[in-house]
């Protein structure tokens, strides 16, 4: 048992960065305006200086920023714009591999700010996701407008998911080979910048080197890199495949989950066109297969058609998320001047956080999971062949319990799986519950080592129908669950159905910290400042009955009254979408930092309700869906046990 499997218990100084820092005379203009540019772009909120964790916070859940200065103050200069994103303390990021000639801007701080791409005004510049093309783009983009054209020029953008989702709906064997096999791409690159052509950086300038003899070593060092030197002195260079579609999981434990056209495909289709490079052949499949041109059109008229264009003002600043935004440039007459700054991720915070007892918590890593979406078993038919079909539809994470009363035919769907080759056990990962029935220390290996013939231990005993409490101590129960990873029989253990109070008492005697928690919840039931309360103590948060009462009916603890399927709210968010209303619960439950726990016995319901990683929800439809909380649970003990097991038993009040 040295494989993923988790066990629960079931239970009834603010650091702000300074947006300026002295290296001249700061500017007294700190107040900002803020637009979320895809969610309303007419619209702001005013905040008075921008922290590193609000700035990424911001990012991850916006992916486009406009920042100004407020309308009663000047517009922000160069330097004012390089001395605000040198507050933010960014990774430094270096410009290699990049297409365009650029020129350093000189700025009083100690960032790099250079010219954007200065490619001819009359030439639209392709959209694309920054250095795409190499294997680490940058993290985070700013452009400062320091001089708006005549007319055009605007910096275009489109948000990436939304490309993926067109293609992968529209083009579907395009998007398998791109997933399978990446792109390659081709570029050959002149000894000194060429100034007329927007993807004229020499190769010098590209890979930041000043001999041939460190550039070859410099490419020799790119497994499945190709270049030759051409007889006029210029330099072909066939990348490696790369890949050219991402998911985008979390940055800096924030939700993203979403699936990105990650590449600069178009960009090479449409923009890598000069003297020395035909633009027909700057990219292919990381097969070296040819892409064909007819599905490339299509994607830039979708991307041309579904753009955000705005018209720069002077003073303007875009901040994007590089690995969620694509951009562009159109076309322009008179003069502009628009700069840019890349950076890498955020470093770690160094800011000392702590749990709700007042212990340092030092590992978040719980947070982090690849995929949060997950399999629940309660209630099934055949939980067996469910299982299977299952991890057939793409599901690695799975939800059992002993209460479930079918772990063994779930463990052989498991095996069959695992015996088919579908997935091997390392990828897995598989929780249950260590059942009150199972409480008392003295039983804590019967849940590993449950046999036909044990009998349930004494805790809660079923006397003539009605169900008997007895005392039990929960830290010695957790102790004994401690012991079970001291001892390699499972490698994370947590808690399931335990309010803040009780996550407190573990929390004071644990030597080892639960990694998660299970809790009841849905619109209905939103659970805000708990799921708040777990994470900031390094505990992830998996939500059950996520589509709130639909599977109480026929228990009769819910009504048809109750069923979120059809409320005016969410149906109208599934139709801005073209999701289902259980997309969208599942899609709220991951924005929110919860894994949702579904089920289904139908192939085609399991695999529909895994496609929540190509839309994503705005700030105004995350509040709509709030709103819907009425702190309402399905799954309530002080409402079940009297009336079906004889006792009353409310664990929540």
């Known amino acids: 048992m040295h494989s993923d499997v988790s066990f629960l218990m079931a239970g009834v100084t603010d650091r702000r960065l300074l947006c300026h820092k002295i290296l001249a005379q700061p500017p007294t203009n700190m107040n900002m305006r803020i637009t979320r540019i895809f969610e309303d772009i007419q619209g ?17 859940r916006h992916k486009a920023l406009l920042l100004r200065s407020d309308e009663d103050q000047d517009p922000w200069s160069v330097d004012d714009f390089a001395q605000t994103i040198e507050g933010l303390q960014l990774a430094r990021y270096e410009y290699v591999g990049g297409a365009a000639p650029r020129r350093l801007i000189p700025v009083k701080a100690s960032v790099e700010v250079i010219t954007a791409n200065e490619a001819p005004p009359d030439q639209l510049i392709p959209f694309h996701h920054e250095l795409a093309q190499v294997a680490d783009p940058p993290q985070y983009i700013f452009f400062f407008c320091d001089l708006p054209s005549d007319t055009g020029g605007e910096t275009a953008l489109i948000d990436s998911t939304l490309v993926y989702r067109f293609v992968a709906d529209n083009h579907p064997e395009f998007m398998q080979k791109l997933k399978a096999y990446g792109a390659r791409y081709k570029r050959t690159l002149p000894a000194e910048d060429d100034k007329e052509s927007p993807i004229g950086r020499s190769f010098y300038n590209a890979y930041q080197v000043d001999n041939k003899i460190d550039l070859e070593r410099k490419l020799d060092n790119i497994k499945g890199l190709e270049y030759e030197w051409q007889p006029d002195g210029s330099l072909t260079v066939i990348t490696e495949p790369i890949p050219a579609v991402r998911m985008i999981e979390q940055q800096h434990d924030h939700a993203i989950y979403q699936w990105t056209f990650h590449n600069s495909v178009i960009a090479a289709f449409l923009g890598w066109q000069d003297s020395r490079n035909d633009r027909m052949n700057a990219v292919c499949f990381g097969n070296n297969d040819p892409m064909d041109p007819k599905v490339l059109d299509d994607i830039a008229k979708f991307m041309d058609d579904n ?74 038919t055949d939980p067996e062949e469910t299982v299977y079909q299952a991890i057939r539809a793409g599901y690695r994470r799975f939800d059992s319990a002993c209460d479930y009363g079918n772990e063994e035919a779930t463990g052989r769907g498991i095996a069959r799986a695992i015996a088919d080759g579908i997935v091997t056990r390392e990828e897995l990962y598989i929780t249950t519950k260590l059942w009150n029935t199972y409480h008392d220390p003295v039983h804590r290996l019967i849940t590993i080592h449950r046999l036909p013939t044990i009998a349930d231990p004494p805790e809660w ?30 490698k994370h253990i947590g808690l399931s159905n335990f309010n803040c109070q009780l996550l407190r008492q573990i929390l004071s005697v644990a030597r080892i910290r639960p990694t998660s928690l299970q809790i009841e919840c849905h ?13 900031e103590a390094g505990i992830r948060v998996s939500s059950f009955s996520c589509l709130g009462g639909a599977s109480y ?101």
């Open 461 to 490: 005993s079923n006397l003539d129908g009605e169900m008997v409490l007895v005392k039990n101590d929960i830290n010695a129960t957790w102790k004994a669950m401690e012991e079970l990873v001291y001892n390699s029989k499972t």
């Open 307 to 380: 753009k955000v264009s705005y018209q720069w003002k002077r003073g303007d600043v875009f901040a994007l998320n590089n690995r969620l935004v694509m951009h562009s440039r159109n076309a322009f007459t008179g003069p502009r001047r628009v700069f840019a700054a890349m950076f890498g991720d955020a470093p770690p915070s160094n800011q000392v956080k702590r749990d709700g007892v007042g212990q340092i918590v030092k590992d978040f890593s719980a947070l982090t999971v690849s995929d949060p979406t997950t399999f629940g078993m309660w209630r099934l």
């Open 553 to 653: 009916i026929s228990l009769d603890m819910a009504t048809v009254n109750d069923l979120l399927f059809e409320n005016a709210i969410i149906l109208e968010i599934c139709r801005i979408h073209k999701k289902t209303a259980a997309q969208v619960m599942l899609r709220w439950a991951i924005q929110r930092n919860t894994l949702p726990i579904n089920k289904s016995s139908s192939g085609a319901r399991m695999r529909e309700n895994r496609e929540v990683f190509d839309f994503y929800l705005t700030k105004e439809e995350m509040k709509a869906i709030d709103s819907l909380n009425k702190n309402h649970r399905y799954n309530d003990p002080g409402h079940f046990c009297e009336g079906g097991m004889g006792t009353f038993c409310p664990i929540y009040e």
């Open 44 to 60: 702001h909120e005013s905040q008075s200086g921008l922290s590193q964790d609000t700035f990424v916070e911001l990012l991850a």
């Open 523 to 535: 619109p209905h039931l939103s659970q805000a400042k708990l799921i708040r309360f777990a994470r």
